[in-house]
């Protein structure tokens, strides 16, 4: 799935989450609120991958797999204040190897 599809599907109220690279968060953040939807969730990714052992990048699935969870079972409203420009103005998206996802408090 493309960004632009991600936009589309929460555009129709279709909950989704965006899995993007550690660097490449930013750029699109920038895209998504180009398109009008400066709050898309997107779940960052370490990169390069090739470089990681392979426990790391383990590690970093199920914690994706945590944080996709938590986006598509949340309402609407908590996630675009928990995402709006979350990579654009937020603190840096890239996260230790190991360290987990945890949503900010309800």
Known sequence: MSLNDAVLFEKRGIPTAMLAAGRFS????????AL????????????PF???LRET??????????EIIHILTQPAEKLEKD?????????????????PFKPEAQ
């Not at 930013?26 to 609120?33: D, F």
């Not at 995402?83 to 360290?99: C, K």
């Open 57 to 66: 990048v383990q590690n970093a699935g199920d914690e994706a797999v945590d």
């Open 36 to 47: 009008g939807i400066p709050w898309l969730p997107i779940v960052v990714m370490p990169y």
């Open 83 to 99: 995402y709006l420009d979350r990579h654009v103005n937020g603190p840096n998206p890239l996260r230790a190897p190991g360290a």
């Open 26 to 33: 930013r750029l699109g953040q920038l895209q998504a609120k």
């Open 50 to 52: 090739g470089s990681l």
